[in-house]
């Protein structure tokens, strides 16, 4: 599984030997439609998985509970772990913010992150990222609730 929640591969070379291996996959994948695609391609089919990006929902400021990610944490572990009791105590307390995926029917601006959401005057949240859905054609995104409470 990738980044972008499909069968694939990430690879990962030294730079001086990138040009050399585009190369030789863009010749082996000619035959079969080989197409380049960019950051914000990867990013919106990212989005559209709600996987979430370093950066973007996980910071040193967003906890793995605030970003709905708690079924990666094991605290039945034997071994004591770096922020155990601070999430155990977080997750005893309940979360203050909670990361949310939405879709929106705009055709005039993008979802990039960093955008305030509003509800009437008042902000209840921030994006944290945002593209186009492919699927239907529609923004969509990710925001952090009630950052700005």
């Known amino acids: 599984m990738n980044y972008v929640g499909e069968l694939g591969w990430e690879l990962h070379a030294p730079i001086a030997q990138l040009k050399t291996l585009y190369d030789a996959l863009w010749q082996a994948g000619k035959a079969y439609g080989v197409a380049n695609f960019g950051l914000y391609a990867v990013n919106s089919l990212r989005i559209e998985k709600a996987y979430r990006g370093w950066g973007a929902e996980l910071t040193n400021e967003v906890t793995l509970l605030d970003a709905d990610m708690e079924r990666f944490i094991r605290f039945d572990k034997k071994q004591d772990f770096n922020g155990r009791a601070a999430t155990l105590a977080q997750r005893d307390a309940g979360r203050s913010i909670q990361l949310v995926y939405f879709t929106v029917a705009a055709t005039d601006s ?40």
């Open 110 to 149: 993008d979802v990039r992150g960093g955008e305030p959401i509003y509800h009437g005057e008042r902000c209840i949240g921030v994006t944290t990222s945002g593209g186009l859905w492919p699927q239907n054609r529609a923004k969509s995104g990710l925001w952090l609730c009630g950052t700005c409470q």
